[in-house]
């Protein structure tokens, strides 16, 4: 019964790549494991284990035993396993896998303490996510190859970004495409600085991006050019603030970066086709 399985660290052959906290109990980390396993010829026995499990998987489709459940994986699966849950690896399939593996003591984030000590949880990591998995992994690895007085710590902040990870997944909120997010972000910067002299250099700056780069996202995206989306939200900006009895139109040119008033009036008559007086 999966109730019964006993605490047990079942450890790969000793050329494989992983580790094993064997001496620091001040470490939130037990083990670690990565590289490519041949579960389809030598499975791993069920057991629960002293701390929670988390995997990804990068390539093949292994078989886990959850609660007695053989499942096959598929490669961006995340598996959540918590302390007394059962679980090891079939010997099933015919090609070896390559995961990433971490057990921690304890959950640090309360919504995953606060589920029960044998739930396990497994979801699909979006694609645009999983380097940062390995790059959390990476950084583990170097850290415990580091070991000093900072280890701890440092640890414990890769942890707490892994639950953070994992309880967004849970989360099940639809994933956003990596394009439409960052134009999302460069518009709500436009409505943020109408008043930018310099719009395009610094959205670059702040997206990390080239303006070719930039400007091919938002021709794809938006059927404009940055520059001219500015403009239109510069313009709408301007037809609110002359709506503003209490603010006097050279006022709304200053607001708006122009250092003339003549530069206003000429654009807000191009863009709208009357002068900004009209809005009287």
Same mark, same amino acid.
């Given at each position: 019964m999966p109730s019964r399985a006993t605490k047990h660290l079942y450890l790969p052959a000793r050329d494989r790549s992983f580790w094993r906290n064997e001496a620091s109990a001040a470490f939130p980390l037990l083990y670690l494991a990565w590289g490519r396993r041949d579960f389809h010829e030598q499975g791993v026995p069920v057991s629960t284990h002293e701390g929670w499990v988390c995997v990804?998987? !990068? $390539?093949?489709t292994p078989t886990i035993i959850l609660?007695?459940?053989?499942?096959?994986?598929?490669p961006g699966q995340l598996v959540f396993i918590r302390e007394n849950c059962p679980y090891g690896w079939a010997r099933a399939g015919h090609k070896s896998c390559k995961?990433?593996?971490?057990?921690?003591?304890?959950?640090?984030?309360?919504?995953?303490?606060?589920?029960?000590?044998?739930a396990s949880v497994i979801q699909k990591t979006p694609v645009a996510r999983r380097p940062l998995w390995n790059r959390l992994h990476a950084m583990c690895r170097e850290e415990i190859l580091r070991q000093d007085e900072w280890s701890p710590g440092w640890l414990e902040s890769c942890q707490l970004q892994i639950e953070v990870l994992l309880l967004r997944l849970m989360k099940a909120?639809? !994933? $956003?495409?990596?394009?439409?997010?960052?134009?999302a972000l460069a518009l709500a910067w436009m409505r943020l600085h109408p008043d930018s002299q310099e719009p395009i250099g610094r959205l670059c700056d702040y997206l990390g991006l080239s303006q070719p780069?930039?400007?091919?996202?938002?021709?794809?995206?938006?059927?404009?050019?940055p520059l001219a989306h500015f403009h239109r939200i510069k313009m709408n900006r301007a037809r609110e603030l002359l709506g503003n009895l209490n603010v006097s139109i050279k006022e709304a040119a200053f607001m708006l970066g122009y250092r003339h008033?003549?530069?206003?009036?000429?654009?807000?008559?191009q863009h709208f086709g009357?002068?900004?007086?009209?809005?009287?």
């Open positions: 990804c998987i !990068e $390539e093949g609660n007695d459940c053989p499942i096959k994986l598929a995961f990433l593996l971490w057990m921690w003591r304890r959950p640090l984030r309360p919504e995953l303490a606060d589920m029960v000590d044998n909120v639809p !994933e $956003e495409k990596p394009v439409a997010h960052r134009v780069t930039l400007y091919r996202l938002f021709k794809n995206q938006t059927g404009e050019s008033f003549n530069d206003f009036s000429r654009a807000y008559r009357h002068a900004p007086s009209l809005m009287r």
